[in-house]
């Protein structure tokens, strides 16, 4: 069965650094989104592409956060100056089409910044 | 805005007990998507269930059930002769049709079965 990957598992990073968070959505999925969710709080939503642009984003997702889907494959999620606020487990979902169909969600990344 | 609202932060109970966790929410649209996701302790997001607003069907899977009720702006969630295994965070959601669809989370309900 087709599945959201997502790399890697466990990002430790110190504050200030970049990171890039990647995500491989299934195929033919056509929606892309980020969340994310800080240790023992409720997941909450960062940014929504499709047709290879920002459909909407959240006020959490600030000029510190980009998306990018750089090879028809990858979505990748990249913090550019990490502070420690940013740790967090970070999920990537696709969607196959519109009409609220089902999110199907990769296993997280969890970011750890010292 | 949409907001969803679980007000049992923890559950705990004894196995084979009935449960049920509830979820409120409040959108103005009159067109949306309910959810109900699953967290065990690994981690990961788990798809339970989908209703759309048209659809006030109660639905039955095994020992779960969902209940539905729009005057009230609920969608509960029953676990009917719990297991260990149901031990989890349980999470309800909401999305718009119209627009990029995004996930509006409660707070989630964390359950545990003990034996």
């Known amino acids: 069965e087709p599945e959201v990957t997502q790399t890697p598992s466990h990002q430790v990073t110190q504050m200030g650094q970049e990171v890039i968070l990647r995500c491989v959505p299934i195929s033919n999925h056509l929606y892309f989104y980020w969340y994310r969710q800080i240790l023992g709080q409720k997941v909450e939503f960062l940014v929504s592409f499709y047709n290879n642009e920002i459909s909407e984003k959240s006020e959490i997702f600030d000029d510190q956060f980009s998306v990018e889907r750089p090879d028809g494959s990858n979505f990748t999620l990249k913090i550019r100056s990490t502070k420690l606020e940013d740790s967090a487990m970070y999920f990537c979902?696709?969607?196959?089409?519109?009409?609220?169909?089902?999110?199907?969600f990769g296993p997280g990344t969890r970011l750890t910044v010292l | 805005a949409q907001k969803v609202t679980q007000a049992q932060t923890e559950i705990s109970v004894v196995e084979k007990e009935d449960v049920t966790l509830d979820c409120v929410y409040e959108t103005r649209d009159t067109t949306y998507y309910l959810f109900w996701y699953k967290q065990p302790p690994s981690g990961e997001l788990v798809f339970l269930i989908r209703r759309n607003s048209f659809d006030e069907q109660n639905e039955i899977s095994g020992r779960y059930s969902w209940n539905f009720q729009k005057s009230t702006s609920s969608f509960n969630f029953t676990i009917t002769a719990s297991q260990v295994v149901d031990s989890a965070v349980y999470f309800c959601a909401l999305s718009l049709i119209q627009g990029a669809q995004k996930l509006v989370f409660g707070q989630g309900t964390r359950l545990t079965i003990n034996p």
């Open positions: 979902a696709s969607c196959p089409n519109s009409g609220g169909n089902e999110q199907f």
